[in-house]
T-cell receptor, first 114, second 111 residues
Framework: DAGVIQSPRHEVTEMGQEVTLRCKPISGHDYLFWYRQTMMRGLELLIYFNNNVPIDDSGMPEDRFSAKMPNASFSTLKIQPSEPRDSAVYFC????????????FGDGTRLSIL | DAKTTQPPSMDCAEGRAANLPCNHSTISGNEYVYWYRQIHSQGPQYIIHGLKNNETNEMASLIITEDRKSSTLILPHATLRDTAVYYCIVPKLGSNYKLTFGKGTLLTVNP
């Protein structure tokens, strides 16, 4: 089975530019999560969706960050404008319905803002 | 989430059992213990979870003490590919979807 697919794997851009990260969850999964990982802060949950609806975005750092899930097979995380401190690895994960269901992670997007 | 405490690092010889401890003394009665791991440059990978009984799957075994204040993840025959950071997570009841990853334990399996 195909796992969670993220694109691009690497992104390097200059500060001030718009950045869009993409995620395709595992088919049949009802939950989608966006995480960010840095050396300083570790792995943090940014936002998660259930059936394409955002449930909790309390981890989104600021208004420059936005996430959408237009359908069950696609989600985006957008940063506009980007800043050097946004440099991190961003992971997407998905899970089935059910509180005890494990989350399946993609391989992440390594983002560098110059 | 219930606070978890893990040693920052451990070593294990290849082929031997790796026993990774986790303290979660503030765990509530119905909160589950989850274990994930993260191999370098990859996303976290689910390993196992449990409530009060010992659990085993194809990857590992989870031993939870009777008072539930600590647990041990056991990799029965560690290989070099098991070198990773292992995270013990106890999500807050009712917020099982919100996983809080601490610093975990870096397990290094040596040849």
């Amino acid at each position: 089975d195909a796992g969670v697919i993220q694109s691009p794997r690497h992104e390097v851009t200059e500060m001030g530019q718009e950045v869009t990260l993409r995620c395709k969850p595992i088919s049949g999964h009802d939950y989608l999560f966006w995480y960010r990982q840095t050396m300083m802060r570790g792995l943090e949950l940014l936002i998660y969706f259930n059936n394409n609806v955002p449930i909790d975005d309390s981890g989104m750092p600021e208004d420059r960050f936005s996430a959408k899930m237009p359908n069950a097979s696609f989600s985006t995380l957008k940063i506009q404008p980007s800043e050097p401190r946004d440099s991190a690895v961003y992971f997407c994960a998905s899970s089935k319905q059910g509180a005890k269901q494990p989350q399946h992670f993609g391989d992440g997007t390594r983002l560098s803002i110059l | 989430d219930a606070k978890t405490t893990q040693p920052p690092s451990m070593d294990c010889a290849e082929g031997r059992a790796a026993n990774l401890p986790c303290n979660h003394s503030t765990i509530s009665g119905n909160e589950y213990v989850y274990w994930y791991r993260q191999i370098h440059s990859q996303g976290p990978q689910y390993i196992i979870h449990g409530l009060k009984n010992n659990e085993t799957n194809e990857m590992a075994s989870l031993i939870i003490t009777e008072d539930r204040k600590s647990s041990t993840l056991i990799l029965p025959h560690a290989t070099l590919r098991d070198t990773a950071v292992y995270y013990c997570i106890v999500p807050k009841l009712g917020s099982n979807y919100k996983l809080t990853f601490g610093k975990g334990t870096l397990l290094t399996v040596n040849p």
